[in-house]
Nanobody
Framework: QVQLVESGGGLVQAGGSLRVSCAAS????????MGWYRQAPGKQRELVAT???????NYADSVKGRFTISRDGAKNTVYLEMNSLKPEDTAVYYC???????????????WGQGTQVTVSS
């Protein structure tokens, strides 16, 4: 069993900052990548940022220069620092972790429960 626990969402005014985190625990053999996705009301879930085991990052164009993804490998935790927030960043943010639970197993995607981020204008 693998558990992902997210924290850090909330309400902030436009221009403000928030940090969300996601800790993975349980039967984890190795992690390939971690990331954040978001889903606004009436819209599809979209990629926000990802980071590989080697530290390579990828960002959606809409958040480049404002958001920073990082990870703590020892804690199996991924962070998303969000600055200069805009009302259009309002969404439920979901943590994603691609991992395998045993040495020769496939990499499988696990999802957090989601944390609400609301940016007021």
């Amino acid at each position: 069993q693998v558990q992902l626990v997210e924290s850090g969402g909330g309400l902030v005014q436009a221009g403000g900052s928030l940090r969300v985190s996601c800790a993975a625990s349980g039967s984890i053999f190795s992690i390939n990548a971690m990331g954040w996705y978001r889903q606004a009301p009436g819209k599809q879930r979209e990629l926000v940022a990802t980071i590989t085991n080697g530290g390579v990052t990828n960002y959606a164009d809409s958040v480049k220069g404002r958001f920073t993804i990082s990870r703590d490998g020892a804690k199996n935790t991924v962070y998303l620092e969000m600055n200069s927030l805009k009302p259009e960043d309002t969404a439920v943010y979901y943590c994603n972790v691609r991992l395998r639970t045993f040495a020769i197993g496939p990499f499988v995607d696990y999802w957090g429960q989601g944390t609400q981020v609301t940016v007021s204008s």
